[in-house]
């Protein structure tokens, strides 16, 4: 039997549900304090959890762990730091292992950063989504522009964290979204210097607010022509930037 090399983690805090997001999420909202307070429920119990599962191999250790959600930048440092010594102890990590927290911009400082860093964590995906103001807000994105560069100019701008790999996800067919505006993003997400992006078509799903407002194909959503554009627009300009299509 193969043993699993890698660990998904949900962790399904978030402030606010996205227009277009059907996952499992417990909306917290801003209020301070909030997120901590739900996410230490949360916690006790996955380390029950983990603890309870049957453990790993001494010499096949996990390579790879993800935190997703979610917004799972929401979760404390120290919170976080104790999954990853539990996931540790229980299942083992190889030295080499990549430790990957998905962020949203506005969620996090430099301190938060750097506590998330010493915590074990290498790799951030980030969850700009879209690099217009007016976009973002159509999204339902607790997140805007401001925060988006901010975010960028943290992670990327200076070489501060040399050994950080920087992920960022962008949404392709969004409402109003025109072509000048979805080549802007692409533009501006290879400018950023990320090391890899993460390229979604819009899927309208049943029971979220785009499924009760929209319809898929028609506007004020792309047609699936211009969709299956941005598709191509996409693959075209990434890859001219030298990332790899797969």
């Known amino acids: 039997m193969r043993l699993p090399t890698a660990a998904y983690i949900h962790l399904p805090f978030c402030r606010r549900r996205c227009f277009y997001c059907d996952f499992p999420i417990q909306v917290v909202g801003d209020r301070a304090g909030a997120a901590d307070a739900a996410a230490e429920r949360y916690v006790n119990l996955l380390l029950r959890e983990i603890n309870a599962s049957p453990s790993g191999i001494e010499d096949q250790p996990l390579r790879s762990i993800y935190f997703g959600g979610g917004t799972p930048s929401l979760t404390p440092p120290r919170l976080l730091s104790r999954i990853i010594q539990t996931v540790r102890s229980r299942y083992g990590l190889h030295r080499d292992f ?108 049943p029971g979220t607010a785009f499924d009760r407002w929209y319809v898929a194909g028609s506007a004020p959503l792309p047609s699936d022509e211009d969709a299956a554009q941005m598709f191509r627009d996409a693959s075209t300009r990434l890859r001219s930037a030298g990332f790899e299509h797969y």
Not at 159 to 170: A, E, F, I
């Open 98 to 205: 990549e430790c990957t927290l998905e962020m949203d911009p506005g969620t996090f400082d430099r301190a938060r950063l750097e506590a998330f860093l010493d915590a074990g964590v290498n790799r951030v995906s980030v969850g700009v989504q879209s690099f217009d103001d007016k976009l973002l807000k159509a999204a339902g994105r607790a997140h805007g522009l401001r925060e988006v560069e901010v975010a960028l100019d943290l992670l990327l701008g200076g070489g501060n964290y040399p050994g950080l790999s920087v992920s960022l996800d962008l949404i392709s067919g969004l409402p109003h979204l025109t072509r000048e505006s979805w080549l802007h993003s692409l533009d501006r997400a290879v400018e950023s210097g990320a090391h890899h992006v993460s390229v979604y078509d819009l899927q309208v799903e």
